[in-house]
């Protein structure tokens, strides 16, 4: 699964006698033009997205609210593993509040019991990592801040002593 | 809290339970509640596709498609209503949906779900 893409043709659920295969572009000629990445769709979407390699809509609708919220919220700040950054940038450029709360997670730090086992699950995050954003193998992208010993659970743009906690890689 | 080790014990265990891999494209989901059994090939919805296309929230939100595999149900009848695929495949922002062949394409016998994804690779729901 980790090199290239399938074709349609190919690849287990499209009907390969039907005239569909002929007709859909095949999943390599978009994708592989985009920035690449060992996972998931093999497209590092949200910098295929900041690069602009990709516009797509934010609404179809005159007058729909599209709203962008910058603020990281660092979660699991007590376990061992390193501490999980939540960038809230990223995710609205894609989506809305509305995904999220309040049905997944209450919009207040630190209100929100999360667990491993309940993303491998498929709730929380789970909900969308592994089913169509980057897939759970992906441990580091999410445990990306080595615990710098503060227990802060909104991340300021700058921490004490001027550095900023490195990105998911 | 549990230590990382622990957790890589859970996704080895986690990984075992996992199907051999599908070929199909991560996120390609099949829709198949009642086009076969009315005649028509599975349906077969493509998040890369469209993603290139709207972010997420012109569909789960704009849209209102509830974002569970299986838990929209859409009818041929919703669709040419201007409803679900058919606020777009319409003929004005994509195709008009008298293209059957473009989503009636999925091989037979395929059960509604998502591929690469937990709702069929995981243990969540089985």
């Known amino acids: 699964m980790a090199q290239g893409w399938e074709s349609l043709r190919k690849d287990g659920i499209h009907d390969p006698r039907g005239p569909a295969v002929k007709d859909k572009q095949e999943p390599a000629e978009a994708l592989s033009k985009l920035t690449p990445d060992t996972a998931g769709n093999m497209v590092r979407w949200v910098q295929a997205l900041e690069k602009g390699e990709i516009n797509p809509r934010a609404s179809i609708r005159p007058g729909t609210k599209i709203q962008v919220y910058d603020s990281d919220v660092l979660l699991n700040v007590q376990g061992g593993m390193p501490i999980v950054r939540f960038p809230h940038r990223q995710h609205t450029e894609w989506l809305d509040c509305s995904n999220c709360h309040d049905h997944l997670f209450k919009a207040q730090a630190g209100a929100n019991k999360l667990s491993m086992l309940a993303i491998l699950e498929g709730e929380q995050c789970g909900v969308c990592h592994g089913a169509v954003s980057f897939p759970l193998t992906e441990c580091f992208r999410c445990h990306s801040v080595p615990r710098p010993g503060q227990s802060l659970n909104t991340v300021p743009k700058t921490l004490p002593g001027g550095s900023i906690p490195p990105r998911s890689r | ?126």
């Open chain 2, 1 to 126: 809290m549990m230590p990382w080790r622990a957790g890589i014990l859970l996704l080895l265990a986690w990984l075992a339970v996992l199907p051999l891999p599908a070929a199909a494209e991560y996120a390609d989901v099949v829709l198949n509640r009642r086009a076969e059994a009315q005649g028509v090939r599975p349906v077969v919805f493509q998040h890369w596709f469209h993603r290139i296309r709207f972010r997420c929230k012109v569909c789960h939100a704009e849209l209102g498609f509830k974002m569970r595999v299986g838990a929209n149900d859409i009818t041929m009848a919703d669709i040419i209503d201007g409803r679900f695929c058919g606020a777009c495949h319409n003929g004005d922002i994509a195709w008009a949906p008298d293209k059957c062949d473009m989503c009636h394409s999925g091989k037979r016998g395929l059960p509604t779900g998502i591929v690469g994804g937990h709702e069929t690779g995981g243990p969540g729901r089985w």
